[in-house]
């Protein structure tokens, strides 16, 4: 009876060193930083393993590039959006103005030391000087005789001087100044 028990002690004590065997031992593996390899005890690379870990600390900087630029085109667009509603609905007319003249300074026309009636009449373009004339006139009347001209259109004549600028310059750069614009005003 004896001899059974033994027998038994022998096979169990077999049983544990193959599930030790089968089972994977994390005390034999080095990780070497500086080459991204997993190396084991034995000095064998496992290289399915080192690709994978280098892959997946690419795609971490890739989509963390992704979010910082979506990050940064969406603060654009919402910047753009407020200050648009900031210079419409504005019960003056002075920061359509002063965004118009930034924004006539992108395709070269320059106020320079004139007055605003002069830079107005001075403009080659007939349709745009006869626009900025009558925004001179309501930015007289209300600057100068503190009278608010409810007539005069605010979003008609943003949409208008948006689209002649992009009309007279090329598309990356009219988006580029758009942008810069915006975060300088």
Not at 91 to 111: A, C, G, H, Q
Request: net charge positive; glycine share 4%.
């Amino acid at each position: 009876m004896g001899s059974c028990r033994s027998i038994s002690n022998n096979l169990g004590v077999q049983d544990r060193k193959k599930k030790k065997k089968s089972t994977f031992d994390y005390n034999n593996i080095k990780i070497n930083k500086n080459k991204n390899n997993i190396k084991s005890v034995n000095g064998e690379a496992s290289k399915s393993e080192s690709k994978n870990l280098s892959v997946k600390r690419n795609n971490k900087g890739v989509i963390l590039t992704i979010v910082i630029f979506a990050g940064f085109i969406f603060i654009n667009i919402m910047m753009i959006k407020i200050k648009k509603r900031k210079i419409i609905c504005s019960k003056s007319v002075v920061p359509l103005y002063k965004y118009t003249l930034k924004r006539l300074e992108s395709i070269d026309i320059y106020r320079h030391n004139k007055g605003d009636l002069e830079f107005a009449r001075a403009i080659k373009d007939e349709k745009l000087k006869e626009k900025m004339i009558e925004l001179v006139e309501v930015y007289y009347k209300q600057y100068y005789g503190n009278v608010v001209d409810d007539t005069f259109n605010k979003k008609v004549f943003y949409s208008y001087i948006e689209s002649y600028i992009k009309d007279n310059k090329r598309k990356l750069n009219y988006y580029a100044n758009f942008i810069a614009i915006n975060w300088i005003i």
